[in-house]
Nanobody, 121 residues
Framework: QVQLVESGGGSAQAGGSLRLSCATGGYRGCMGWFRQAPGKEREGVAAIYTGGGSTHYADSVKGRFTISQDNAKNTVYLQMNSLKPEDTAMYYC?????????????????WGKGTLVTISS
């Protein structure tokens, strides 16, 4: 059973930064970050393929968020800069097989419990 554990959520002001971490337990494949704001559907934020390091981003976070991995630590990170109030959401780490072709947005098999991010204006 794959267990994903997120950490690093919290509160920040608009324009600030936060870094989320996901302990992956050594899972290899497509790792992603998703978020869900109250009253909204869950959306894919970013993904990384652990094999080659290719990355994918939602248009809403391009240039502000960076997904990365540290295979030695079995951890995937989401560095979030220039935060906006609309980034407020529960953020989830997820794992699947493939990232390519947009499949990361819909094909994740395992999910963490989430970490809350709150951005104030």
């Amino acid at each position: 059973q794959v267990q994903l554990v997120e950490s690093g959520g919290g509160s920040a002001q608009a324009g600030g930064s936060l870094r989320l971490s996901c302990a992956t337990g050594g899972y290899r494949g497509c790792m992603g970050w998703f978020r869900q704001a109250p009253g909204k559907e869950r959306e894919g934020v970013a993904a990384i393929y652990t094999g080659g390091g290719s990355t994918h981003y939602a248009d809403s976070v391009k240039g502000r968020f960076t997904i990365s991995q540290d295979n030695a630590k079995n951890t995937v990170y989401l560095q979030m800069n220039s935060l906006k109030p609309e980034d407020t959401a529960m953020y989830y780490c997820a794992a699947g097989t493939y990232c390519s072709g947009g499949s990361w947005r819909y094909g994740m098999d395992y999910w963490g419990k989430g970490t809350l991010v709150t951005i104030s204006s």
